[in-house]
């Protein structure tokens, strides 16, 4: 039986975002990924909000993905368009880009790392003990492994198995989406009427039609058939302009649900996996690959023994209730777009709101996920925000903050006198950089702060603790996060 610190179930964006980060942290990892190839049917997710492509960047691996996709620097919210461009970031936009394009660039990643990925496999159980996991494979084969890691979809085996209850909302409303030829030129845009709203769009390159469909009735199952796309094109438009073929056809509804758990045991749960929601928003694949930046050095550190197991249950403490927000956000999204009267008087409520700076401005650091807040405790206001990627003076030249977190190691970052820390009991785990920076530090949603002397920036590239001229509390920050239980609650404001 072959044997691994963690397998990883499923090979999407996830799965393969966490195997990178456990691979950078020197932690053997292999991926279970039932595709034969890494090849995507139909578009899928469309988009990549600013922290994504942020943590993209703290890898160093950002360009890779906006070369290949298009900046847009507003996204709509209930006909409100949420402009990104006054935030400080270098990131403020959307960054168009259809799954199976960003999936294939991250592909290319893994494998450079050197990622073992078993393709055309699938778990098909597992049972868990003190010291690890037995993985069956399809095929007859097996695997033992320190911790296995579900991010295998919203129809998740690995939650399933692990007993783990994914509590929410049954499905009221469904839509079809498809990619198709057509013999006839079919009305382009989007369009509202009494079943909700509907769209078509021509691919670029002069690929095939995108269409959207809100359907009459509840669909039933993820495999719709072309009769029914053929009757929802009738019902909507009064044709199906010659309808002849679909490279892509699937359902979606307004389901909501969520793990009660991302942990049990040795088991634990990422992506839709923990989390399934409408597309409303395009937050899901960016949810999932933010799941995985914080989960990926702490499972590292637990197989390293550089820290507890308990610190696994801050996973779940931090990223459960930023998953919580997406799918509330994602619910309220649909119920706006609901056609009749009542919700037309609450949308245009909701409209007028957004009209305004403030709400406006919230709700867009709220889908982009730069006002991401873990609750690491009291202190100074930075701590448990992203860190801000500023332009940094240093010894050996100019260099920027995220390129310091490169290598997925916690980074010591001094802005006061040079050699005014001693972290020797760390140094194998912690970058320790003296630097300058000149002028305010401006964060989303937080606004301007006094720049602080030293800041311990976690490997995801959050603040795990802050310094005004002395080491006070470092060493215990330290050993709260390498030696010892730490608890902590996250919060988006």
Same mark, same amino acid.
């Given at each position: ?11 999407? %964006? ?6 990178? /980060? ?9 991926? &279970? ?20 492509? /942020? ?7 950002? /360009? ?16 409100? %368009? ?10 403020? @936009? ?29 778990? $098909?159980?597992?049972?868990?003990? #003190? ?6 494979? *399809? ?32 499905? *009221? ?24 709203? +509907? ?10 039609? !995108? ?35 679909? *490279? ?26 923990? +989390?399934?929601?409408? %597309? ?27 820290? %507890? ?5 801050? @996973?779940?403490?931090?990223? +459960? ?25 609450? !949308?245009?409520?909701?409209? $007028?709101?957004? =009209? ?14 730069? #006002?991401?807040?873990?609750?690491? =405790? ?51 785990? &912690? !970058?320790?950089?003296?630097? *300058? ?9 937080? =606004? ?11 490997? #995801? ?33």
């Amino acid at each position: 039986m072959a044997e691994h610190a963690v397998v990883i179930a499923g090979g999407g %964006p996830t799965g393969m975002i966490l195997a990178a /980060e456990l691979t950078l942290a020197g932690i053997d990892v292999v991926i &279970i990924e039932r595709r034969a190839s890494q090849d995507l049917h139909g578009s899928r997710a469309g988009g990549l909000h600013s922290r994504t492509i /942020e943590m993209l960047d703290q890898r160093g691996i950002a /360009e890779r993905f906006i070369s290949a996709g298009q900046v847009h620097k507003t996204l709509g919210h209930t006909l409100v %368009p949420l402009d990104f461009n006054g935030f400080p970031t270098r990131h403020n @936009y959307v960054l168009a880009l259809w799954q199976r394009h960003f999936e294939r660039i991250l592909a290319g990643w893994v494998d450079e790392l050197g990622i073992r990925v078993h393709r055309g496999c699938e778990v $098909e159980g597992f049972a868990q003990d #003190d010291t690890g996991v037995e993985v069956e494979l *399809s095929g007859g084969r097996s695997l033992r492994a320190e911790y296995l890691v579900g991010c295998d979809g919203g129809r998740s085996l690995i939650r399933k198995t692990a007993g783990i209850d994914f509590i929410g909302s049954d499905p *009221s409303t469904s839509w079809l989406i498809a990619e198709v030829e057509m013999d006839e030129e079919p009305e382009f845009g989007m369009r509202r009427d009494s079943l909700g709203t +509907h769209g078509m769009n021509r691919m670029k390159d002069g690929g095939p039609i !995108r269409v959207v469909l809100t359907e009459k009735q509840l669909g039933r199952g993820n495999d719709p058939c072309m009769d029914e796309l053929r009757e929802a094109l009738v019902a909507v438009y009064g044709t199906d302009y010659g309808l002849r073929s679909a *490279s892509w056809l699937s359902r979606f509804t307004d389901m909501t649900r969520q793990a009660v758990s991302y942990r049990s045991g040795r088991v634990l749960l990422a992506g839709d996996a923990a +989390h399934v929601h409408p %597309p409303q928003g395009g937050q899901g694949l960016n949810t999932g690959v933010q799941d995985a930046m914080n989960l990926g050095w702490k499972l590292a550190q637990v197989v390293k023994k550089t820290s %507890p197991e308990s610190l696994l249950d801050t @996973y779940h403490a931090e990223r +459960h209730p930023v998953g919580a927000r997406v799918l509330r956000n994602a619910v309220a999204q649909v119920v706006l777009s609901i056609p009749d009267d009542r919700h037309r008087a609450l !949308r245009e409520t909701m409209i $007028e709101l957004l =009209g305004t700076d403030e709400p406006r401005t919230r709700f867009a650091a709220m889908i982009s996920g730069l #006002d991401i807040h873990y609750d690491l =405790g009291e202190g100074h206001p930075l701590l448990g925000w992203r860190m801000p990627d500023l332009d940094l003076h240093t010894a050996d030249g100019p260099t920027r903050v995220f390129t310091l977190l490169h290598d997925a190691r916690h980074v010591l970052l001094n802005l006061g006198e040079p050699g005014g820390f001693d972290i020797s009991p760390w140094a194998d785990r &912690i !970058r320790l950089t003296d630097a *300058s920076y000149d002028g305010v530090w401006d964060l989303p949603v937080l =606004g301007k702060i006094a720049p602080p002397v030293a800041v311990l920036i976690r490997p #995801d590239g959050y603040v795990a603790w802050v310094g005004n001229g002395t080491d006070s509390g470092l060493a215990d920050a330290l050993t709260a996060w390498f030696d010892k239980h730490f608890t902590s609650r996250a919060r988006a404001c």
